[in-house]
């Protein structure tokens, strides 16, 4: 054990305590002399399990035993991580179901398994939370104290498992619980950009985790670890491979690798989906059309649904892009979107199987403004897709930009289920070099009201069908975890990935519980740190906005989304470049949507339309997407357009330098290795964020024609 005697002897006083917390020091705690935590390599992201600190004395004596009642594989499951981390939580084995439940015993099951439960007499409250909900109470039974984790099914009492053991996790008491919960969306679900060559499209953290050489015979553990974190923030499913499809993920040799996968998750609850190429008719099952609207065609997809489905019985569905980036679909052969995803949907929907139809299409042909292209072709076939279809939209109209507006075919589509599209993988936002906590950037978005039906009818409401009936639900996010120890590249971006599956379970919930729970599960409990890593975190995505995009700015980049590039103008596409959306000239800069320009502005609905198009009441955050500005234009702090901008870039670089200087402070706080990991990667953030400031500046600077202003 490393023991850095000098920071203990610095922080001793303040932190006494809680330094102690790790599950390399002992049981004492609070007597203990503090040592610096041993070093962790981050492979078990927040189910590391490490003593909450003082808390875990009063937790003991509400987890004397457990009893999981089943015998189902999800309950095997659940005993196994229940006996995994009291063991490291409490810092002692705790005995599994081998007593009759007496004081102390937390008790899970459901009605049917567990005789406990039934005799509760708790059905109506059972009634209430659906299929994946959970009770988790505090009960007298006969007349001892125990923990009760009830639900309907197995996957539901192991969500209230994993509650729980958050609620261990992160310190808060555990004797008082009255906790019911069901999650508000039913399709929560990573959607993992995987090619079967074992790279990953925009994966940052190494190469794919699935062995297909290795599959079906040989599974390495990390599957069940993947499923593990899945299963422990509510995600319960899983859409394997790149969206830009390899038709051969649906030949018979591996479709047995797919359901060898899915056969390790099924205990889990994350069900198995693939992204379907949708010229597979053709180029896998030699075809000469893959028209949705040949009879051939619909035949061969019903044979593909039928092989799938004996393989994997509970098979999830498809995703598909289609005519989109090169992807074959249905405007190939003049149909619609529509025709497309009913053709699958048909074939699956024998199964219950679901067609998840992506929204991420741009063709040139429909307008010039790229950002207005998917509403108009979904809009007009709204209420055209069969009940088992979704379509999968995107945050915001181009392209997982650190900032954008809402959709506007969030509530612009009234008679077709709406998932949600995330990028936890940050593409753009840094990728996995930069600290950028995704959270805030998302409950931006899910906060944004729509007015589809007047105010209060925001993104989550939509997402939850509260604004429009919705037959499907769901919010998914891009992820792609790789092989890396630490599956995410970044320490932080591990964050994204949690918040993601938190925010698909609970669309209302804050950024900063999340944030803070996180940081509570993954690194210390220790109060002072603990905020301080909050604060950081908080305040990630607009220092990554003012150092890259910001008041509006977008797409200045170039072909690897991470290098400034606002003077790109060759790609085979003009709206693939920077100059498109920038429009720098001597004249001003940003794109005019406004109803005297493009008129983008027009697919929100009032009063967000006229929000938006007024510059006076336009949110400065969103100035340059709406609006083109001259560049003495007099923004809200009273300073020309040109100086609020450079004003920006300093500020955003000086707080990439001040995250920084923050995190050097948590020195001894959190274990070296991974402190010296996130600081090895701080130094390229500062050192980018100089960079990314300067090189705008000199670039937009050609045009503005004025110095960058004295910084104070
Ligand atoms: O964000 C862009 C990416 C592409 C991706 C595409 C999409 C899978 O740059 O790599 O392709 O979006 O979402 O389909």
């Given at each position: 054990m490393k023991i850095n005697r000098r920071k203990f002897v610095a922080v001793g006083l303040a932190g006494a305590a809680s330094l102690c917390v790790g599950r390399y020091t002992s049981?004492?705690?609070?007597?203990?002399?503090?040592?610096?935590?041993?070093?962790?390599?981050?492979?078990?992201?927040?189910?590391?399990?490490?003593?909450?600190?003082?808390?875990?004395?009063?937790?003991?004596?509400?987890?004397r035993q457990i009893r999981v009642d089943g015998t189902s594989a999800t309950c095997a499951a659940i005993r196994d991580e229940l006996r995994l981390a009291t063991a490291?939580?409490?810092?002692?084995?705790?005995?599994?179901?081998?007593?009759?439940?007496?004081?102390?015993?937390?008790?899970?099951g459901t009605p049917e398994t567990s005789p406990l439960v039934r005799n509760l007499n708790w059905s109506a409250d059972l009634r209430a939370i659906g299929n994946e909900g959970f009770i988790v109470r505090s009960a007298r039974v006969g007349r001892q104290p125990m923990t009760v984790v009830a639900?309907?099914?197995?996957?539901?009492?192991?969500?209230?498992?994993?509650?729980?053991?958050?609620?261990?996790?992160?310190?808060?008491?555990?004797?008082?619980?009255?906790?019911?919960?069901?999650?508000?969306?039913?399709?929560?679900?990573?959607?993992?950009?995987?090619?079967?060559?074992?790279?990953?499209?925009?994966?940052?953290?190494?190469?794919?985790?699935?062995?297909?050489?290795?599959?079906?015979?040989?599974?390495?553990?990390?599957?069940?670890?993947?499923?593990?974190?899945?299963?422990?923030?509510?995600?319960?499913?899983?859409?394997?491979?790149?969206?830009?499809?390899?038709?051969?993920?649906?030949?018979?040799?591996?479709?047995?690798?797919?359901?060898?996968?899915?056969?390790?998750?099924?205990?889990?609850?994350?069900?198995?989906?693939?992204?379907?190429n949708f010229a597979s008719p053709v180029l896998l099952g030699g075809l000469s059309t893959a028209d949705p609207l040949d009879k051939t065609v619909a035949d061969w997809w019903k044979a593909k649904a039928d092989e799938i489905y004996q393989l994997i019985p509970d098979f999830g569905g498809f995703l598909v892009k289609a005519n989109s980036e090169g992807q074959p679909g249905p405007k190939t052969y003049a149909r619609t979107h529509a025709d497309g995803a009913n053709l699958l949907a048909d074939a699956l929907a024998p199964h219950n199987g679901n067609v998840i139809w992506r929204a991420f299409v741009y063709d040139q042909d429909i307008d010039p403004d790229r950002v207005k292209r998917a509403y108009l072709e979904f809009t007009r076939l709204d209420g055209r897709f069969r009940p088992n279809v979704a379509v999968q939209v995107k945050n915001?109209?181009?392209?997982?930009?650190?900032?954008?507006?809402?959709?506007?075919?969030?509530?612009?589509?009234?008679?077709?289920?709406?998932?949600?599209?995330?990028?936890a993988t940050q593409e753009y936002l840094g990728q996995a070099k930069h600290l950028v906590y995704l959270g805030t950037m998302w409950t931006e978005f899910l906060d944004s009201d729509t007015h589809a039906m007047g105010g209060g009818s925001t993104v989550s409401n939509v997402l939850a069908g509260q604004v429009y009936p919705s037959r499907l639900t769901g919010l998914v996010s891009v992820t792609n975890p790789g092989l890396d120890t630490n599956w995410c590249g970044h320490h932080f971006s591990q964050s994204n990935w949690?918040?993601?599956?938190?925010?698909?379970?609970?669309?209302?919930?804050?950024?900063?519980?999340?944030?803070?729970?996180?940081?509570?599960?993954?690194?210390?409990?220790?109060?002072?740190?603990?905020?301080?890593?909050?604060?950081m975190m908080m305040g990630s995505r607009e220092t990554f906005v003012n150092y890259t995009m910001p008041l509006g700015l977008h797409h200045m980049i170039?072909?690897?989304?991470?290098?400034?590039?606002?003077?790109?103008?060759?790609?085979?596409?003009?709206?693939?470049?920077?100059?498109?959306?920038?429009?720098?000239?001597?004249?001003?800069?940003?794109f005019d949507r406004t109803k005297n320009g493009d008129r983008a502005v027009e697919q929100y609905f009032p009063p967000v339309c006229d929000m938006f198009d007024d510059i006076a009441t336009c949110p400065e955050k969103l100035l340059l997407w709406f609006h083109r500005c001259a560049w003495d234009y007099r923004t809200k702090s009273g300073k020309i357009l040109w100086d609020a901008l450079c004003a920006k870039y300093y500020v955003g670089a000086a707080q990439a330098a001040a995250l920084q200087r923050t995190w050097q402070s948590l020195a001894g706080k959190i274990d070296s290795r991974r402190h010296q990991?996130?600081?090895?990667?701080?130094?390229?953030?500062?050192?980018?964020?100089?960079?990314?400031r300067d090189q705008i500046l000199a670039y937009f600077g050609t045009f503005s024609k004025r110095p960058v202003p004295a910084m104070s």
């Open positions: 049981r004492g705690m609070a007597d203990e002399p503090p040592v610096q935590p041993l070093d962790e390599d981050g492979y078990k992201l927040w189910l590391r399990y490490a003593p909450p600190g003082d808390a875990a004395k009063s937790h003991a004596r509400f987890v490291t939580l409490l810092g002692t084995a705790i005995p599994l179901n081998d007593a009759a439940p007496a004081a102390g015993t937390v008790v899970v639900a309907n099914t197995d996957l539901g009492a192991f969500y209230g498992a994993f509650h729980f053991l958050r609620l261990m996790q992160t310190g808060r008491p555990i004797d008082k619980l009255e906790i019911t919960e069901r999650p508000a969306l039913q399709l929560r679900l990573m959607n993992d950009w995987d090619n079967l060559d074992g790279t990953i499209e925009r994966g940052y953290a190494g190469r794919s985790l699935w062995q297909w050489n290795e599959l079906p015979d040989k599974l390495s553990p990390r599957y069940v670890d993947y499923a593990r974190a899945c299963a422990s923030i509510g995600i319960n499913g899983a859409v394997i491979n790149n969206v830009n499809a390899n038709p051969q993920i649906l030949a018979p040799d591996y479709l047995r690798k797919v359901a060898a996968l899915a056969n390790v998750w099924r205990p889990y609850g994350v069900r198995m989906y693939l992204s379907a915001g109209p181009l392209d997982f930009q650190p900032r954008e507006p809402f959709h506007p075919l969030f509530g612009g589509l009234k008679q077709t289920s709406v998932i949600a599209e995330i990028q949690f918040a993601f599956g938190r925010l698909a379970w609970n669309p209302f919930l804050s950024a900063g519980t999340i944030a803070e729970e996180w940081t509570r599960m993954t690194f210390t409990n220790h109060d002072e740190t603990v905020a301080v890593i909050r604060e170039g072909g690897d989304h991470y290098a400034p590039q606002p003077w790109n103008n060759q790609a085979p596409e003009a709206d693939w470049t920077a100059t498109y959306y920038n429009q720098a000239s001597v004249e001003g800069i940003g990991e996130v600081a090895d990667r701080l130094a390229i953030q500062v050192a980018d964020s100089a960079k990314w």
